[in-house]
């Protein structure tokens, strides 16, 4: 069993910096490839960045500003976030699986429970 577990969220002004980190449970962390979603209020969930073999995938929101990394001994993977804006607020969901990283949801095998980012203008 697969479990992912996010922290780091919170409430910050706009232009500042949070960093979140997912915990990822099990043996075979470093074959995963990783990924980070949000979802606002009614709205749906969507992508943001994800992580695999040492390639990154940005969603267009995040580019130039959002981070991720992972620490293989830590079975930890890390989302930096940096020059946040009102619209970043959101719950940030961590998210693995053992495929090719794709935008989609329904894509990925395994997800955090999330943690609740807040930009303040």
């Known amino acids: 069993q697969v479990q992912l577990v996010e922290s780091g969220g919170g409430l910050v002004q706009a232009g500042g910096s949070l960093r979140l980190s997912c915990v990822v449970s099990?043996?075979?962390?470093?074959?995963?490839?990783m990924g980070w979603f949000r979802q606002a209020p009614g709205k749906e969930r969507e992508f943001v960045i994800s992580w695999s073999g040492g390639n990154t995938l940005y969603a267009d929101s995040a580019k130039g500003r959002f981070t991720i990394s992972r620490d293989n001994d830590k079975n930890t993977v890390y989302l930096e976030m940096n020059s946040l804006k009102p619209e970043d607020t959101a719950g940030y969901y961590c998210?693995?699986?053992?495929?090719?990283?794709?935008?989609?949801?329904?894509?990925?095998?395994?997800w955090g429970q999330g943690t609740q980012v807040t930009v303040s203008s």
């Open positions: 099990g043996r075979s962390f470093s074959t995963y490839t």
């Open positions: 998210a693995a699986n053992t495929g090719v990283p794709r935008p989609y949801t329904s894509t990925w095998d395994y």
